[in-house]
């Protein structure tokens, strides 16, 4: 049987990404990621979708002994991914006007008063 694809968005999910972009450096790993990917990896091919440099994020990735879970990096959602994940996503659950009031009150989770806090 062939696994499923999944897409997952590097920054604000694989990292503690808050929102300072640079071109150069990558921000540390997020807890828990090395065991999320070893036990995603076990039934899916993971991609990682990023806008990032692609040599920069294989050199993370190598750094963080993530490269081992890992099928593709790519900047270019790929149809054949049953899933994505993102720090920047809201799900369509088949109505529209929830869908209309999720994009007009979103707001990625590390922007939110109770991850700051924390």
């Known amino acids: 049987m062939t696994q499923k694809i999944i897409s997952i968005d590097l920054d604000g999910v694989l990292n503690n990404y808050k929102g300072e972009y640079t071109t150069v450096n990558i921000p540390e790993m997020r807890d ?3 065991e999320f990917l070893q036990k995603l990896s076990n039934h ?3 991609t990682i979708f ?3 440099n692609k040599k920069l994020v294989e050199k993370w990735l190598i750094k963080n002994n993530l490269m081992q ?4 990096i790519t900047n270019k ?6 899933m994505f994940l993102d720090d920047r996503a809201i799900n369509f659950d088949g109505n529209f006007e929830k869908a209309y009031k999720n994009i007009k009150e979103f ?3 590390w922007k ?3 991850c ?3």
């Open 107 to 109: 707001s990625p989770y």
């Open 112 to 114: 939110n008063k109770s």
């Open 77 to 82: 959602k790929s149809p054949y991914s049953s």
């Open 116 to 118: 700051k806090d924390s």
């Open 69 to 72: 879970f890992i099928q593709n």
């Open 32 to 34: 828990g990621t090395f």
């Open 44 to 46: 899916y091919r993971i």
């Open 50 to 52: 990023t806008a990032r």
